[in-house]
């Protein structure tokens, strides 16, 4: 094999080694839950309260989370008494 060839395999090598590292993103989900969206790749790390409108988080991780499409607030509409 001559010096040249033996270079291009050892460039298309470094190339190749190069692409393979480029980390990929880890998948997450987006899942909708009373008022909230919450985006992360555990699932079962959080929970919902409905009767406080609260999230729980059980679980380390990364999580985004995002007020649901039309929703400003997640309190309760105050009751008026007559």
């Known amino acids: 094999m001559s010096m040249k060839a033996k270079r291009m395999v050892?460039?298309?090598f470094v190339a190749a080694l190069g692409i393979a590292l480029i980390?990929?993103?880890?998948?997450?989900d987006s899942q909708?839950?009373?008022d909230f969206v919450v985006t992360t790749d555990s699932t079962s790390g959080y929970?919902?309260?409905s009767s406080s409108h609260t999230l729980k988080f059980s679980a380390a991780g990364s999580y985004?989370?995002?007020?649901?499409?039309?929703v400003t607030t997640t309190l309760p509409a105050p009751t008026t008494q007559p």
């Open 10 to 12: 050892c460039l298309l």
């Open 23 to 28: 980390p990929r993103p880890a998948r997450a």
């Open 32 to 34: 909708t839950v009373g």
């Open 47 to 49: 929970a919902y309260d």
């Open 64 to 70: 985004t989370v995002s007020m649901k499409t039309g």
